[in-house]
């Protein structure tokens, strides 16, 4: 345990407002309504840039210019190391790697230091396609010149006691010395029981969950976390993950990192079923995002 308590920042992830963006909110609506409930960072993901992998010098300024407005940081890029990007024949790891290459250009343009870097899976607990060390290691050399951390996300039903968690990406870590390639631990992976209103979706299972102790031995490779809820109540407590536990363990072992609001309630799933399901998102979703920060708030202290 750190003798020196952590400070980690509170953030938001526009993937909460993924259903509204460009229907009911602008990207300047977003930035002023993260700005509004007290966050002071955020993630962006790739899907949301115009002619993505190069936006247009007016589109980056204007981006810019909502940063400073707000005063947001820039925390996270999602992106992708796909190596069936189109399907059919695999790419080789020298495609995969100039892939790579362009969203860390991109990341470093954008100011972000982290990358949540999803690769390739195989099955629902996402075990790496074999060979993922080949090309990951050989993007080490350009994530270093362009200052970014790749960081492979521990989501249910993964856990950080799944094989390739525990073993294949610590020791890849371990064995290369790197700060490069590292953990988005997203809280998911803490979830013990089915969140309200999503009682009868596929993935309520909960046989196999993280332990919140769990998360100390991967606190030194993991720079952000996404901060997943589903339902945080009137009383701002989140219903399914235990997080004060959580986040006592990460301030208590010295954690600086960013927590980042990520909202994947029932509403999230059913908002494209009605005008009323969509309505109701409009109020719902700002109105869950604000909650969780005010419980984070409540959580820190700050």
């Known amino acids: 345990m750190s003798s020196k308590k952590g400070t980690p920042r509170r953030g938001i992830c ?12 602008t990207l300047d609506d977003i930035f002023e309504e993260m700005a509004d409930t ?4 955020f993630e962006f993901l790739t899907s949301y840039i115009p002619n993505y992998p190069n936006p247009s010098p007016e589109w980056v ?7 400073e407005k707000y005063n947001m940081q820039p ?3 999602g992106h992708w190391a796909e190596n069936h990007l189109h399907r059919g024949k695999g790419m080789s790891d020298d495609e995969v790697v100039e ?14 230091k982290a990358l949540r870097t999803k690769i390739t899976c195989t099955n629902e607990i996402c075990d790496p396609e074999p060979g993922w060390q080949n090309y990951i290691e050989k993007a080490l050399p350009y994530a270093e010149k362009y200052d970014v951390r790749m960081q492979n996300e521990v989501h249910h039903p993964t856990t950080l006691h799944t094989p390739h968690i525990r073993d294949e990406y610590l020791d890849f870590i371990h064995r290369t010395k790197t700060s490069h390639f590292g953990f988005n631990i997203d809280f998911g992976t803490f979830q013990y029981k089915a969140a309200k ?13 993280t332990k919140p102790e769990e998360i100390v031995d991967f606190l030194p490779y993991s720079y952000v976390c996404h901060a997943k809820f589903t339902n945080v109540n009137e009383n701002f407590e989140e219903e ?16 600086s990192g960013d927590l980042l609001s990520e909202y994947e309630g029932a509403i999230r799933f059913h908002a494209e079923e009605s005008p009323e399901k969509f309505g109701q998102a409009m109020v719902e979703i700002p109105e869950q995002v604000r909650r969780h920060q005010i419980m984070l708030r409540n959580i820190l202290g700050y």
Not at 38 to 41: D, I, K, N
Not at 61 to 67: A, I, N, P, Q
Not at 99 to 112: C, M, P, S, T, V
Not at 240 to 255: A, F, H, Q, R, T
Request: glycine content about 8%; charged content about 20%.
């Open 14 to 25: 526009l993937y909460s407002y993924h259903n509204l963006l460009g229907k009911s909110m």
């Open 38 to 41: 007290g966050a002071t960072c």
């Open 61 to 67: 300024d204007h981006y810019w210019r909502l940063c």
């Open 75 to 77: 925390s996270e890029l």
């Open 99 to 112: 892939e790579l290459k362009q969203d860390f250009r991109l990341a470093h343009l954008l100011g972000f």
């Open 197 to 209: 209103g999503m009682e009868d979706m596929a993935w309520s299972n909960f046989d196999d969950i």
């Open 240 to 255: 399914s993950i235990p997080y004060p536990e959580i986040i006592k363990l990460m301030v208590d072992n010295g954690w």
